[in-house]
T-cell receptor, first 111, second 114 residues
Framework: GENVEQHPSTLSVQEGDSAVIKCTYSDSASNYFPWYKQELGKGPQLIIDIRSNVGEKKDQRIAVTLNKTAKHFSLHITETQPEDSAVYFC??????????FGTGTRLQVFP | DTGVSQNPRHKITKRGQNVTFRCDPISEHNRLYWYRQTLGQGPEFLTYFQNEAQLEKSRLLSDRFSAERPKGSFSTLEIQRTEQGDSAMYLCTSRRTDYGNTIYFGEGSWLTVV
């Protein structure tokens, strides 16, 4: 079955700096890769997703890149703000059924 | 609010009691999914439905767990004879398969077994 590894587990950056979170997956059949932001006590919030027919996707300060050959995908947040502080999860799946999540990255943005 | 709705949001129960959670998906979404998230971990898949048919169940879903979606709209997740290890957040999501893969989660239902 699919296995997703996520690094780093914690990440501290200064406000305005960039943050990068990396994930690797094992199942080459996976074709859908969402990223979620989770704040304390709340459900995961979808922030961006990418499908396997695309190598990169951007939405304002957030971008995701996918390398199908190497089976890894990354989340890039530029110009970080204190409100970006949260736990971020990557996930992989085939057609969005049965998402397999990484272990999470706690991002702290210091003013 | 047109998102996924879950009730109750919080439930504290004594070990051995039964609990039921309800999920109201986004209207016209034919697929509905249940996940479980324990503290410090990512969500884990439990089961999913295509309309009223349960298509897949995880091995995490022991015999004490049962999920239904009787009319293909809302779904319930029942846990019988709760154990302390059942303490977690139970998350529901839904999607419409002809609209693509995007998965939006509800706010979840917190279960604490004491």
């Amino acid at each position: 079955g699919e296995n997703v590894e996520q690094h780093p587990s914690t990440l501290s950056v200064q406000e305005g700096d960039s943050a990068v979170i990396k994930c690797t997956y094992s199942d080459s059949a996976s074709n859908y890769f969402p990223w979620y932001k989770q704040e304390l006590g709340k459900g995961p919030q979808l922030i961006i997703d990418i499908r396997s027919n695309v190598g990169e996707k951007k939405d304002q300060r957030i971008a995701v890149t996918l390398n199908k050959t190497a089976k890894h995908f990354s989340l890039h947040i530029t110009e970080t703000q204190p409100e970006d502080s949260a736990v971020y999860f990557c996930a992989a799946s085939y057609n969005a059924d049965k998402l397999i999540f990484g272990t999470g990255t706690r991002l702290q943005v210091f003013p | 609010d047109t998102g996924v709705s879950q009730n109750p949001r919080h439930k504290i129960t004594k070990r051995g009691q039964n609990v039921t959670f309800r999920c109201d998906p986004i209207s016209e979404h034919n697929r509905l999914y249940w996940y479980r998230q324990t503290l410090g971990q990512g969500p884990e898949f439990l089961t999913y439905f295509q309309n009223e048919a349960q298509l897949e169940k995880s091995r995490l879903l022991s015999d004490r767990f049962s999920a239904e979606r009787p009319k293909g709209s809302f779904s319930t997740l029942e846990i019988q004879r709760t154990e302390q290890g059942d303490s977690a957040m139970y998350l529901c999501t839904s999607r419409r398969t002809d609209y693509g893969n995007t998965i939006y989660f509800g706010e979840g239902s917190w279960l604490t077994v004491v």
